[in-house]
T-cell receptor, first 118, second 110 residues
Framework: GAGVSQSPSNKVTEKGKDVELRCDPISGHTALYWYRQRLGQGLEFLIY????????KSGLPSDRFSAERTGESVSTLTIQRTQQEDSAVYLC????????????????FGEGSWLTVV | GQQVMQIPQYQHVQEGEDFTTYCNSS?????IQWYKQRPGGHPVFLIQ?????EVKKQKRLTFQFGEAKKNSSLHITATQTTDVGTYFCAGPSGTYKYIFGTGTRLKVLA
């Protein structure tokens, strides 16, 4: 597609339920990132994929959070047993190639999935 | 751990006034990126700086990378209402990820 696509755009869930957030990166982009942004706050790194592998998952806040990527394309972020503090915008981003040391490595963000846990 | 701080946190300016946000890293950076996030929107890439002391311009925006590659600034000349949003710098952390700064929220009063 033309840009990074995320779904759902909005999700309201009850505390304790599981949620899945989906990301379709730009076609051909090998690197994929998930970030979390709480209301009025900065971006918090969650996980990075290079292809289907996740060499850096250091930002996942707890074992309730997991993510996978298949076909070097779509990624799913799963939050189990949601808590109210999980309420945030979950932003997916992709770039043509991975690695933060490269010049010209523009990161393109999706519109985000707004999650509200009630 | 590595930290990227930005000041100020908020800035209100009258339309036509200049605006500057400063980004400071606790570690030396190989490169730095700047993003703009409009209210309710997602971050959009503006620019990447790589060289020590580098200065790049985009119309009314001037970006600078410090000589020591630990700080950077974004200066907007003669702000317009379309400049409203939060400006983030981002620096690499480790091999893969970018750490985003705390952001500076700009409000332009017409």
């Amino acid at each position: 597609g033309a840009g990074v696509s995320q779904s759902p755009s909005n999700k309201v869930t009850e505390k304790g339920k599981d949620v899945e957030l989906r990301c379709d990166p730009i076609s051909g982009h090998t690197a994929l990132y998930w970030y979390r942004q709480r209301l009025g706050q900065g971006l918090e790194f969650l996980i990075y994929f290079q292809g289907n592998s996740a060499p850096d998952k250091s930002g996942l806040p707890s074992d309730r959070f997991s993510a996978e990527r298949t076909g070097e394309s779509v990624s799913t972020l799963t939050i189990q047993r949601t808590q109210q503090e999980d309420s945030a915008v979950y932003l997916c981003a992709s770039s043509k190639r991975g690695g933060s040391g490269h010049s010209g490595n523009t990161i393109y963000f999706g519109e985000g999935s707004w999650l509200t846990v009630v | 751990g590595q930290q990227v701080m930005q000041i100020p946190q908020y800035q209100h300016v009258q339309e036509g006034e200049d605006f500057t946000t400063y980004c400071n890293s606790s570690t030396t950076l190989s490169n730095i990126q700047w993003y703009k996030q409009r209210p309710g929107g997602h971050p959009v890439f503006l620019i990447q700086l790589v060289k020590s002391g580098e200065v790049k311009k985009q119309k009314r925006l001037t970006f600078q990378f410090g000589e020591a590659k630990k700080n950077s600034s974004l200066h907007i000349t003669a702000t317009q209402t379309t400049d409203v949003g939060t400006y983030f710098c981002a620096g690499p952390s480790g091999t893969y990820k970018y750490i985003f700064g705390t952001g500076t929220r700009l409000k332009v009063l017409a």
